[in-house]
Every structure is written in structure tokens, then in C-alpha cells.
């Protein structure tokens, strides 16, 4: 007994020696400097790994991405027997390796070795191959450094904003607090210095002056709207105005490469990252703001001709401008023009909700119903049709991509094609949605490299703002008119908070049933490429958190004002333009040579940067472009 002990604790010491023995070898072969030269040039979101084999036969490396559903693994390289051969791994994902022998006859490629890693970036990792490891199937994965984590200039820079941003407001604060002790208050006569002297104002040539027609102008304005109560004032909800602005500078430092992150970017398929809110939070609030809208109208007693007029033309000038923006990538070749885009859905979405705000608007005034039994629930019962038409959009986006048959492809499949399930479904990207664009607009006229192309290999053309999708986008804005009726027919800061919250719960529910609160395991996942029903409810939950949040601390408790986001909120049409149309010119954009994580973060915090720039100089001006 004592001498099987000794064996075992004699085999541990050996195979402890030999790791050290390979980890020591490693270190000392990377730190040559003839190796590194070697070696390929690492990039962002990329590691070394190299396998040092002592076999006598080839090695066949396939790997197999986290993010890759239902993929089987890829062949990557052939490592030389005898050899020391590195290459270049992701790190974005997690990554499953396999090592077979290459059999000569190509059909038998035993696996011998599989491990599964989130590789570091810039990380240098080996793997030793001998006839031991082979036989008994095991390999160890060795790291002979230890870099900093890739999303440590996040910190940094995100930091050094808020301290900037913090600072400026003590500055501001400062400012103004210096100011009203200087001011002199002229409307007490009594406590002005004895030394001042206040010169009359020259008459203008109709005999009154400018600051005497501005105070009329101003008695007027007040004796008109005392004809109102005090909630049928028109609100300016400042929150609303940094909603909409932090939803768009999260858009454009995201399409400027948000820092090359991967949680700055859009899935592979299916999930959710922040790239994934800001577009769903615009349409969001495009509803909410949509009740101020027609609400000023319907006081105006506009006639609704009048009002379709308004929402035809705002429409048509959306989608003319979206159109214009896809072609901002070189010369016009209209038989290969994009019609889809952003801008274009957020035209069809709004084009849908005004008919029917238009269809079933009404004159009357929130405060009619304040007593009644029902009125807790007033919101929503007085917009019943509106409703039952929004969820029967929603209806007919579930059986179109569910039951509509699509040619060579599974009925209800929504899956991202390519690579995914083995490559059955090879050219079915999107289902139903892919299908309809194609059927309509055609393989030419939409986006032909969509976010599975890399992971999943895909080859057909699928449109994330595609006609499908629509539909599902049109119940977000929906809920985001829903969201703007609070603020209408409900007073109190508590009821409105209560009510976003309980909306946030209810869609948060639904949502996370829907996918199961997984990536790929639910009935229907999350996938912005579709649009689809779990995602649409999962961005609006966190609509209405934020919409929640920001409508506390701005509006109610005014501890912060919005400031910078306010400002692009209030132009929003025209900042979105802006950082599309002057996206390849300086000083937006340069070339840099290799760049790494902080450099393109920093490149991303400079571009968006250049249009709050706009934005508050275009405040200060009181500019303010909308259609």
C-alpha cells in the first residue's frame, strides 16, 4: 500500500516538474526576440496561441466560438509535426479548441485533446503536445504573461469625464452664484445702490422700445394662459429632451467604433448588448413625445385633414433623408441602393402611430375624467382602439414570422443561417424577415453583410431595418405613447413613476418568458436583427426604468439638469445627420496605424464629443431644426 502511495505521489512530482519545465521554456522562447519577430502581429481583441508539438504526425486545430449557436467546429490550421506554431486566437468570445491527429486518409481525425478558453487579450498562451498527452487524451493550457484587463481605459477615461464633467458644473454653479451677488435687482427701487443710474431707453421710430414691446408681449402671454388651468400648460420635460440626447450619443459613439468593445457592439445574432438599447430607446421616446405633438393641435382645434398633412409630410421627409444618408458611402448606383435604414423605420413607425392618432384623437381634456370610477385606469380605456390595433400589428409580426413559408427554408425559422445547426439552413438568414425584404425590395436594395456574417459565415443579405421588423417597432412606440399618456392624464410625480415602473415589470415579464432569460434557449430570443417580440419588450422595460430615473433626479428632484445630453436631445435630427454625413472627414475620423482599445476609445469620446459640441452652440443660439 505504502509503495502505490509513493508511485502516485512520485508520478504528481514528475508531471509538476514537467509543467514547470514547460512554462519555463515557454517564457524563455517568448522572450527572444527573434521568436517575437516571428510571431503575428496581435491586433485588438486578439492573443497568441502557440503549440509546441513533439508528435510525429500533423496536428488539425479546429475551434469553435461561444457565440457560434449550434455550430459545429471549424477548421482553423494545420500545425507541422515537430514544430513550434503560433497563431493568432479571439478573445472576444469564448473559444472551444480541439487537436486531432491528422489522419492521412482524412477519415479517421481522432481528437485527442479539447479545452475551452475566454482568452485574455494580448495574452501569450501554450500548449505542449508529446506522445503523453496524445495517449491519455489530456492537454494543459499555460499563460506565460499576465496583461491588463483590455476594458481598463474604460475606467479611465469614463473617470476622467466625470471628473471634468463634475468640475465644470462646480465651475458653472460658481459662476452664476458670483453673478446674482452683482446683479442688482431693479424691481426694488429701495435696496439698489445709491450710485446707480439708469438712463432712459431711446423710443424706436414707432415711439415704443424694444424691451416695452417685449414686457407687453410678455403681460399678453401671461393673461392668455390664465385662461388655462395649471395642467393644461404646455410641459417642457427636461428629462424627455436627455433621454432622447443620451439615447443618441450612445448611437454615435457606438457607430464611431465605440472603443472596438464587443459590449459596444451588436451580437453576432442573438442577445443584447448596449449597442442594442439606444435605437429601440429612440423609437421609445419618439412615441412619448408624439402626445405633445397632436396635443397641441388638438388645442389649436387644428382640423385633421390638417393634422394628416403634418404627419404625411414629416414622414415622407424622414424617409427622403434616410434614403439620401445611405447613399453618404461613395457614388449612387441606384440599382444597388439601400432602402431601408434608420431613418426610414423610424419614418414607417411614425407614419402608422400619427394615422391612428389622427383617426382617434380626442378634443376633450385630461381633467374630464378625474372622478370618474375607472379613472386609475383612464390612460388606457380611453385609447381601447388604439389598442386592439397596436396588438394586432404586433399579431401579424408573430404569424408572418412564424407561418409564412419561405421557399427552401423550415416555415418559422429565425435562425441566423450559415454555420448555425450544422449549416442546414445555410442561405435562410432571418427567416421570414430576410424573405419579405428580399421578395420586395430585392437582394440589391438592402444591407448585404449583416452582424452574423463574421461568426456564422453567412452569404445572404439580411436587413436589420428591414419591413418586417417594422411592425414589431411600431408596438415599441406604441408603449412609448403609452408612456407619454401618463404624463397627460396623470398629475402627481408619484402616480406617473408608479405607473412607468409597473409598465416596466409588466413588458420586463413578458420579455425575459419569451427567451427564458438565455441567449438562445427561450421561444423567442432576443435578436435586434428581427426585432422580434422579447426583444422589443426587454428595451422598453428599460425604457421605462431610465425614463423613470431620469424623470426623478431632472424634473422632480432637479439635482442634475440634463446637461450635456439635453442639448443634443432638443436637435436630435440634426446631430444624427451631422455625425452621419461627416463621418469620413476630419476631424472625426483618421487613420491610425494599428490602434489599440484606448486609442479608439478616446477617438469615439473625441467624435461624439464634436456634436454636444454643436448641439449646445446651436442651444446657445436658440437653434432648433425639426420637421
Known amino acids: 500500500m505504502s509503495a502505490r502511495v509513493l508511485l502516485v505521489v512520485l508520478a504528481a512530482l514528475l508531471v509538476g516538474i514537467a509543467g514547470e519545465t514547460d512554462l519555463e521554456f515557454a517564457k524563455e522562447y517568448s522572450s527572444r526576440e527573434q521568436n517575437l519577430r516571428s510571431r503575428p502581429e496581435l491586433r485588438i481583441d486578439e492573443a497568441w496561441l502557440t503549440i509546441n508539438s513533439t508528435v510525429n504526425f500533423n496536428i488539425l486545430l479546429f475551434s469553435l466560438n461561444d457565440q457560434c449557436w449550434k455550430c459545429d467546429p471549424v477548421f482553423v490550421d494545420l500545425i507541422p509535426k515537430f514544430s513550434v506554431y503560433t497563431l493568432k486566437v479571439n478573445t472576444t468570445y469564448g473559444t472551444t479548441v480541439y487537436l486531432k491527429e491528422n489522419d492521412l486518409t482524412g477519415t479517421n481525425d481522432e481528437t485527442f485533446c479539447t479545452f475551452h478558453k475566454k482568452f485574455t487579450e494580448s495574452g501569450d498562451y501554450w500548449v505542449f503536445v508529446s506522445n503523453k498527452e496524445f495517449l491519455s487524451h489530456e492537454c494543459k493550457l499555460l499563460q506565460t504573461n499576465d496583461p491588463l484587463p483590455a476594458e481598463m481605459p474604460i475606467v479611465y477615461v469614463f473617470g476622467g469625464l466625470l471628473l471634468l464633467w463634475v468640475i465644470g458644473d462646480m465651475i458653472v454653479r460658481l459662476d452664476r452664484k458670483y453673478n446674482k451677488s452683482q446683479s ?56 424627455l429632451d436627455t433621454f432622447r440626447g443620451l439615447s443618441l450619443m450612445i448611437m454615435v459613439f457606438v457607430n464611431y467604433g465605440g472603443g472596438g468593445y464587443w459590449f459596444f457592439d451588436h451580437p453576432p445574432w442573438n442577445g443584447l448588448t448596449v449597442a442594442d438599447l439606444v435605437f429601440p430607446w429612440f423609437v421609445f421616446i419618439m412615441g412619448t413625445a408624439m402626445n405633445y405633438s397632436f396635443r397641441g393641435m388638438k388645442r389649436r382645434g387644428t382640423p385633421r385633414y390638417k393634422m394628416l398633412i403634418k404627419v404625411l409630410r414629416r414622414a415622407l421627409l424622414l424617409f427622403f433623408i434616410g434614403i439620401v444618408l445611405n447613399t453618404n458611402w461613395g457614388p449612387v448606383n441606384l440599382d444597388t441602393i439601400r432602402i431601408p435604414g434608420v431613418l426610414q423605420r423610424f419614418s414607417l413607425t411614425y407614419l402608422v402611430l400619427g394615422l391612428l392618432e389622427v383617426c382617434f384623437c380626442r378634443y376633450d381634456t385630461p381633467e374630464k375624467y378625474q372622478n370618474r370610477c375607472w379613472s386609475p385606469l383612464r390612460d388606457i380605456l380611453l385609447f381601447l382602439p388604439q389598442w386592439f390595433l397596436a396588438l394586432g400589428i404586433l399579431v401579424a409580426y408573430v404569424c408572418l414570422t412564424m407561418l409564412l413559408p419561405i421557399g427552401d427554408c423550415p416555415t418559422g425559422y429565425v435562425g441566423p443561417g450559415g454555420l448555425h445547426d450544422s449549416g ?65 392624464y396623470y398629475f402627481g410625480n408619484a402616480s406617473r ?6 409598465w416596466a415589470v409588466i413588458t420586463g415579464a413578458i420579455g425575459g418568458t419569451l427567451c427564458k432569460f438565455s441567449i438562445n434557449d427561450g421561444w423567442i430570443p432576443l435578436n435586434k436583427n428581427l426585432w422580434s417580440v422579447s426583444f422589443i419588450m426587454v428595451t422598453a422595460c428599460f425604457a421605462f426604468i431610465l425614463l423613470s430615473f431620469l424623470y426623478l433626479i431632472i424634473d422632480v428632484a432637479k439635482i442634475w439638469d440634463g446637461t450635456p445630453f439635453i442639448f443634443p436631445g432638443m436637435n436630435s435630427l440634426v446631430v444624427y445627420v451631422c455625425h452621419d454625413v461627416f463621418y469620413r472627414f476630419f476631424p472625426v475620423n483618421w487613420a491610425m496605424d494599428n490602434p489599440m482599445h484606448w486609442h479608439l ?20 443660439k436658440r437653434i432648433f431644426i425639426a420637421l
Not at 210 to 230: F, G, L, N, V
Not at 441 to 465: R, V
Not at 497 to 502: A, G, N
Open 497 to 502: 413613476v408608479l405607473r412607468w415602473l409597473i
Open 184 to 239: 442688482v435687482n431693479i424691481t426694488d427701487p429701495e435696496n439698489a445702490p445709491r450710485n446707480l443710474r439708469l438712463k432712459p431707453l431711446r423710443p424706436t421710430q414707432n415711439g415704443f422700445s424694444d424691451i416695452t414691446e417685449e414686457t407687453e408681449a410678455k403681460h399678453e402671454m401671461k393673461d392668455s394662459t390664465q385662461q388655462y388651468s395649471t395642467h393644461n400648460k404646455r410641459e417642457r420635460l427636461k428629462s
Open 601 to 620: 476609445l478616446l477617438k469615439a469620446v473625441w467624435d461624439t464629443a464634436i456634436w454636444v459640441v454643436l448641439a449646445y452652440i446651436l442651444y446657445r
Open 424 to 488: 442546414k439552413y445555410y442561405n435562410c438568414t432571418g427567416g421570414a424577415a430576410a424573405y419579405i425584404d428580399i421578395m420586395v425590395l430585392g437582394k440589391n436594395h438592402i444591407y448585404g453583410k449583416p452582424t452574423p456574417h463574421m461568426i456564422y459565415q453567412t452569404i445572404t443579405p439580411h436587413d436589420p431595418e428591414g419591413i418586417l421588423g417594422t411592425l414589431s417597432s411600431i408596438f415599441l412606440c406604441f408603449l412609448g405613447l403609452q408612456s407619454g399618456r401618463i404624463l397627460i
